[in-house]
């Protein structure tokens, strides 16, 4: 016995409201509103097509495979960072519970034209970073003829890192790019992790004082990466895992290695961290300034400051953690030697 | 004037490979000019696997057997002697791009891993997870920045300069700022992908697959080899073409047409869903036309019965594919799917080194044609393609370029694009790139699409006539300099015509039915006539001319081809 298949398929008449701006020739962006009937299925993408092949052709904005994998199109939809190509428009009109929809430029880039922007910048920083592979001898036979071998399991841990397409979407999301543009972002820091922990590469190193350079220490961990990555990829994990990395290799004297070392030492001496002295800890005889006037501020309160940290009750326990973690790399360092 | 030794045009596999083999030898400038950035091009959406008989997951796999799987799947129209270059270097290229880093999944022993694949006899594509594409462009692209290849991100070439005697470089566009360029070159390669576009809303390319490599070739003379044979995938979604790969069916997925009927039993009634896929496209063509389609001539990939929890399990990705693209969630309801046009397999006519008869002018990949898919490409031959030729056209044009001195470059050599652009700018006509494109690609798609028959490929000769009439008339609305994209489209539009018009052409000629090249009124393959290439040169009239040449036949007689 057969049916017929009668799809469920529905229309919004949306109102789109699209950013437009040509440097040079407008004086400041502006919006445009068009008018069009969405219907079930359409992505963002669809959207835009439609409105340049039917009512402005000169509407400008990227696209190229339409399948989320060349990432050329990411753009902002209701200030959202993503691709317009794997992005239904339906669901977010009737979540946001008007038939009103806004599209931007990304953020963090100048714009070139409309909802074309600039990567220029995020290519640079990449390019700093040593984004490649370079060969170690141990691991990479010099013969053709031969294999690389390596295991799954090292495949696996950065093998989610090579899903990044570079489409900039984390760029363009990153709180701290937006406090300082000479900050490396998100993917381009991932890249030097990805390959400084594949094991046939030789240029950690390298890799490390260039992130160091452009500013690893300088993410606040605020993983707004992590929630935009079109191919979950989670950027703030890679950048936690360089800085480790990079203090496992010996860098201990920088701000940021400074300020990690003094969080977990002080946690396992006191149970907490000794917040009021961390400004020396982590910019020598330059925090004492920083101290003084924190202590000023206190007094002018009627608090009194404190350089003493108290040790917290169940410290003991946070200790034997410490232990525990210790005896577990350690076999774990073993394990690896063998 | 920008000046390089060798100049790639198109930044997929076989560009990016053909760059880095040109550039390891440090003594020459090379440089890749695209349309995109290299990280865009086409080549990343490739999901499954690259070829290579390794023999790492069956030691009894050989060179030789993928060598007969290549041209059993070509319906024999593959020059013999290069699909036995390619499979004989393809363990050594894919070698060579694991020790550069790509990330390859691996076996229990910890070496590539290979699965098995259609048409092939043994698992032998090589891959990493359902990106290896993906994988392999970024790490050609990476390698390329290290060794120092320049690029020229968001150019797009217009015309390709030689005397015939030699290539002088290319004119370009620089789409950011609508400059244009003369760069002088002593070798060109040509890797700008297929032409799946000229199907235009019914196809799995990428929007810029509209073959520029290929079209601008052809106006500079170059003959185009097998223009004709186009594979079409059965399982394209609706709105968009993209594909649902053959997974869906190897897991149970039924194929359904508009009355819910499992249709595929009138046509291949012991492998049902799984057939060739060829027969898998004509049979849901045949539905369609004959009106048992959805709303929209559509058919449905039903995987509701395989229920929530495995397709959960077994097909996410695929599930996550149809709810970001079409809104449709599989395990709810069927999947509206239609058959699309996704590889070209002819494209510019080269020799095993990727050259073209004008020495210094190469091409490789999709753009070109050896010939090593013949009439129908074998999956996971196509990433293997692009490794092989881009990396021997970027050898050759290495030993060319060091042995020959900087080409005369015409110092009009721009007059000729700037008018182009000047012509689509000026005026005033009611005609729109997206009208005539609409236009071309239902055209294709009606008269020169998975079914072909006299009557309508004579009507789509003179339909792309008119289409080409049209375009001549084609003003575009925007004039800004900045970022023209509906300029670039307008451009892309023009060679798209071209190529159709080759389309339509070669597929008349050709009265047998050829692997992906299918005639109603010509049903059976004709090796007696048939056994050849189509080359298609521009006349001295403007108009196509066709003639033929033989295959090479090296080992392998040709027999039916049954699976």
Known sequence: ?338 | MLTYDILIVGSGGAGLYAALAARMAEDLRVAVLTKVYPTRSHTGAAQGGVNAALGNKDPADTWEQHWFDTVKGSDYLADQDAAELMCREAPKVVRELEHWGCPFDRTNEGKIAQRPFGGASRPRACYAADKVGHVMLHTLYEQGLRRGVDYFNEWMTLSLLHDGERCQGVVALDIRNGKLHTIQAKAVILATGGHGRIFWNRTSNAYGNTGDGAALAYRAGLPLKDMEFMQFHPTGLRRTGILVTEGARGEGGHLLNGLGERFMNRYAPEKMELGPRDMVSRAIETEAREGRGGPEGEVFLDLTHLGRERILERLPQIRQLCIDFEGVDPAQEPIPIKPTAHYSMGGIHTDLHGMTPVPGIYAAGEAGCVSVHGANRLGGNSLLDILIFGRRAGIHALEYARSVDFPAVPHDAQAAAADQIKTLMDGDSEETTAGIRRAMGNLMSDKAGIYREEKGLTEAIAGVAQLKERYQRLRIRDNELTFNTDLVAALELGNMLELADLVVRGAQARTESRGAHSREDHPQRDDEHWLRHTLASRGSDGEPALYYEPVVIARFQPEARAY
């Open chain 1, 1 to 338: 016995m057969t049916e017929a298949i009668n799809p469920k398929r529905e229309k919004i008449l949306a109102n789109i409201r699209i950013q437009r701006f040509i440097p040079g020739s407008n004086k400041a962006p502006y919006f445009d509103n068009f008018k069009m009937e969405v219907e079930t299925g359409m992505t963002v993408l669809e959207v835009l097509r439609y409105l340049k092949n039917t009512q402005d052709s000169s509407l400008t904005f990227r696209a190229f495979c339409r399948s989320a994998i060349c990432g050329s199109c990411t753009v902002r939809v209701n200030s959202r960072s993503l691709l317009a190509c794997s992005t239904q428009l339906l669901p977010i009109l009737k979540d946001f519970g008007k038939s009103s929809v806004t599209i931007t430029p990304m953020a963090n880039l100048p714009v070139i034209r409309d909802l074309v922007v600039d990567i220029e910048p995020v290519i640079d920083k990449l390019a700093r970073m040593h984004p490649y592979l370079v060969e170690t001898r141990e691991c990479i036979p010099e013969a053709i003829e031969l294999e690389c071998l390596m295991s799954q399991k090292e495949v696996d841990t950065f093998g989610y890192v090579t899903d990044c397409i570079l489409c900039g979407a984390c760029y363009s999301a990153c709180s701290s790019v937006k406090a300082d543009e000479g900050y490396a972002g998100p993917l381009t820091i991932a890249k030097a992790y990805r390959f400084s922990v594949d094991p046939r590469d030789s240029f950690r190193g390298m890799r490390i004082q260039a992130s160091m350079d452009q500013g690893l220490w300088s993410c606040v961990q605020c993983r707004k990466c992590i929630k935009v990555c079109p191919k979950d990829t989670r950027p703030a994990d890679s950048i936690r895992h360089m800085r480790k990395i990079s203090i496992d290799d010996g860098i201990h004297d920088t701000h940021g290695s400074r300020r990690a070392i003094a969080y977990t030492d002080d946690v396992e001496r006191y149970g907490q961290v000794n917040k009021p002295m961390l400004p020396v800890v982590v910019y020598g005889t330059k925090g004492w300034t920083a101290i003084e006037a924190a202590e000023t501020g206190l007094q002018k309160l009627g608090l009194k400051p404190t350089r003493e940290v108290c040790t917290l009750p169940g410290q003991e326990v946070a200790a034997r953690l410490y232990a525990a973690v210790r005896k577990r790399e350690k076999a774990k360092k073993v394990e690896k030697e063998l």
